[in-house]
């Protein structure tokens, strides 16, 4: 922001009045949301009190001089109010005609509530009397005094709200009053006494009188809480800078508290929940401002059918004018704004005044009602609609959520790992969740923390809870890639799995009690939760036909099993990006052959164990082929280190050894062999196929018996693309594409059908990205690219995703780093090697697939640049894919708005 200067020559002050303003909607940096939207109104000839905004500009020079307002602003506000005073025939300080204003907050950003607000300034014990005789009113204007005491006491002189409330409190009970509304001028002028007294016994001196001071203190107040603690606080979870700073509005006051026929209200144009165009709000007769949201009367509806059987309370019935009036505003703001409005109104003696406006805040699900039926009416694009969604937030839509009505039991907080609430038995082992969920139960699993091992009872959960790890952590990534709800790092819970209980402080748990957690909360309950269904409801579904229709790249899956693929397609995959086959090995059926096949003693062991395995993976290939109709399906060749298969407690060491009729000791010997110091750098990828050929034959004839299978069951061409992870170099990838074709070759000898086929690889390994062009080339280079950017963001920082989340928010905190690498693409850095890896792919292959599986195929802001670099597809878990088929469509507008598209 523009350093102020404080010589006086810049404009501090703007006024506004209806018809005429001197700032407009497009200067709420300079005047605040509500100084910006009050000077359009103004603009728009509606009736808004007339007034003026003190700029931002202004709070930067006051925290500049030490809390010190400059006096060439006090000579500026001074002319204005006598401005205002002009207007509606008041002069401010007069004791006969005295008029009065509120001081207002209101930055940039939307902060309802966050900072204070001062009404009815300008009272004192003479000007309250004008003010009496003036209206004819004295109850009104003793009222409005009163208000004004508890306000300026509470903001300004840091007198605690409690004592005001205590002497109303206790005026009323000795008195026999219930209600505000009760209190005559005797009684107002005997509080008002109690209150003088009372700033006077707390702050030391009297309540001032002098008219100029009270609004000096207010302006330097209102600026000041731009610092209170909530607003801090406010400002932390929104994002929004500590540098912005507030300005000020002063506006002559309207009065909803003159009796029966005025009142105050607040409205939003459409339904917030649900988006309907119902007009939602609530009005207090006979009140001020924060009494509506204050609690202390129950406010009634606006409208007759918001009202229901005390349809005569309503704001419609009471007072038809004002309603007719303010529905007709709603209807202009609405079309100026080409949004959903949130708006503040006074009625002072049936005359309607707007006090604010703001686009209203919304779920998700009516956000993209509105945005839809504003596109239907035409009052924006598509394109518009499709932009104000934020992507991230029709994961809400997705998972079924905890009704946040009903009343739940707490037990733990934890992490928001993924989201979606789950309800379910506890279980401490995956082999129980395995078995419990096969006889139909609903389990969830508690874990210490999750290790691959535990994919498959992962997989049979509902859910998933860990004591330990963050938002990166295995269970975190996993159950955000199976779509399962997870609570992890919930660090006060001690879990013993081998007893079977689980301690959360002073009450204990055991297999089989019910437990509800919420992966978007990280809270944990005790038993069964009450729960909303998700609602993909008809809007949805057509901003996704919107988004489809404006996006340029595919949008594909990463999916291993049956379920991810079906779910995936329901969400509108495109096609698997990455089919993970390890994960069909953990699986309790064929994990014994997988643990034969690595322990065996040579070739002729090994084979015996994959012909075990052939006949399992075709099954799962054919499967995954039929449900995705002959849409692309990218498979990716055995990746993870082969230590991850095997057994690593004792126990379950003996159980394998006697399962296999293998010598224990020689089990434990061929466990030490395998395991390295750091696995994700060891024995994996396609080092493994180069070093053992035969997993890649059969991993190959599975994958071309099941297409050929496929095919001939749905007529539809399956056009397999077989990748080969974690190349390095050019000779890597020709090893392996050699056994790739002699095995394809074999097969359709074998069965006369050929099945077309690409043979592409993962780069993932900075290496792979600058040769990428030496990789690619020729007839029997890479088809495609997929860029693995999981693995490419630890190898390129040098970082293991498994140890990161210490290391991270450290680095977050110390501001290395402004988001986690693993989540938001390292644009810079990983980003520049992807780029480099499409453009020398390209090179030499104009037309090479390129795609990325990473979890950042998920994330908006990735997103937007794999399609500056002009990516073909991004792949991502099931549960993201509406996410990224909004992002993608989002990223082409913009690229298209920004003039940057070919
Ligand atoms: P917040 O940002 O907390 O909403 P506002 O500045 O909008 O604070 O003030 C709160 C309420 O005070 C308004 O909704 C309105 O009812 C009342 N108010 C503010 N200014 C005036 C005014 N000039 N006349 C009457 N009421 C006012
Ligand atoms: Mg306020
Ligand atoms: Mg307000």
Known sequence: MAQPDTDGKRKWVYAFSPGAAEGGADMAELLGGKGANLAEMARLALPVPPGFTITTDVCDAFFAAGNTLPEAMKAEVMRALDGIGEMVDARFGDEKCPLLVSVRSGSRASMPGMMDTILNLGLNDQTVEGLARLTGDSRFAFDSYRRFIQMYGDVVLGVDHGAFEDILENFKNLN???????????????????????????????????????????????????????????????????????????????????????????????????????????????????????????????????????????????????????????????????????????????????????????????????????????????????????????????????????EHDLIARGLPASPGAASGELVFHSEMAEALKAKGRDVILVRSETSPEDVHGMHAAVGILTARGGMT?????????????????????????????????????????????????????????????????????????????????????????????????????????????????????????????????????????????????????????????????????????????????????????????????????????????????????????????????????????????????????????????????????????????????????????????DVGTMIELPRAALLAAEIADGELGADFFSFGTNDLTQTALGLSRDDAAPILSNYLEHEVITTDPFVSLDLPGVGELVKIGVDRGRSVKPDIKTGICGEHGGDSKSIAFFEDIGLDYVSCSPFRVPIARLSAAQATIRRRLSGKAS
């Open 176 to 406: 026999g009053f219930a209600a505000d509304t009760d209190l005559d001028e005797e009684s107002w002028r005997e509080i008002i006494a109690d209150y003088k007294a009372a700033i006077e016994r707390e702050y030391g001196a009297p309540f001032p009188q002098d008219t100029n001071e009270q609004l000096w203190g207010a302006i330097a107040a209102v600026f000041g809480s731009w610092h209170n603690p909530r607003a801090k606080t406010y400002r932390r979870l929104h994002d929004i800078p500590d540098d912005w700073g507030t300005a000020v509005t002063v506006q002559a006051m309207v009065f909803g508290n003159l009796g029966d026929n005025s009142a105050t209200g607040v409205a939003f144009t459409r339904n917030p929940s649900n988006g309907e165009k119902d007009i939602f709000g609530e009005y207090l007769p006979n009140a001020q401002g924060e009494d509506v949201v204050a609690g202390i009367r129950t406010p009634q509806p606006l409208t007759r059918k918001g009202a229901g059987e005390a349809s005569e309370s309503s704001l419609e019935v009471a007072m038809p004018h004002a309603f007719g009036e303010l529905v007709q505003i709603f209807e202009q703001l609405e079309h100026h704004y080409r949004d959903m409005q949130d708006i503040e109104f006074t009625v002072q003696l049936g005359k309607l005044w707007i006090l604010q406006t703001r686009a209203g805040k919304r779920t998700t699900e009516a956000a993209l009602k509105i945005a839809v039926d504003f596109a239907a009416d035409g009052l924006i694009s598509r394109d518009e609609a499709i932009l104000r969604i934020e992507p991230a937030q029709l994961d809400q839509l997705l998972h079924p959520a905890i009704d946040p009505g009903a």
């Open 473 to 757: 952590s295995h269970a975190a990534v996993v159950a955000r890639g199976m779509g399962r709800p997870c609570v992890s790092g919930a660090g006060t819970l001690r879990i013993d799995a081998n007893a079977g209980t689980m301690r959360a402080g002073a009450r204990m748990f055991k297999s089989g009690d019910i437990i509800s957690i919420d992966g978007s909360t990280g809270r944990v309950y005790a038993g069964k939760a009450k729960m909303l269904p998700p609602s993909l409801s008809g809007t949805f579904g057509t901003m996704m036909e919107w988004a489809d229709e404006a996006r340029r790249m595919k949008v594909r899956t990463n999916a291993d099993t049956p379920r991810d693929a079906k779910q995936a397609r329901i969400f509108g995959a495109e096609g698997i990006g990455l089919c993970r086959t390890e994960h069909m090995f953990f699986e309790e059926s064929r994990i014994l052959a997988v643990r034969e096949m690595i322990c065996a003693e040579d070739q002729e062991g090994r084979q015996q164990a994959l012909d075990k395995l052939l006949p399992v993976q075709r099954a799962d290939f054919e499967e995954l082929f039929e449900i995705m109709a002959g849409l692309p399906i990218t498979i990716r060749l055995l990746d993870p280190p082969l230590h991850e298969f095997l057994p690593h407690e004792d126990r379950e060491a003996a159980q394998v050894a006697a399962a296999l009729g293998m010598d224990l000791v020689r089990l434990k010997t061929r466990v030490a062999e395998l395991e390295e110091f750091n696995p994700m750098l060891g024995f994996r990828g396609c080092r493994l196929g180069i070093k053992y050929p035969e997993i890649t034959r059969m991993q190959v004839r599975a994958i071309f018996e099941a297409a050929v299978n496929a095919q001939k069951k749905t007529g539809n061409a399956v056009r397999p693309e077989v990748m080969v992870p974690f190349i390095g170099y050019r000779r890597e990838f020709d090893i392996l594409r050699a056994v790739i074709v002699e095995t394809a070759e074999a097969v359709k000898k074998e069965t006369g059908i050929t099945i077309p086929y």
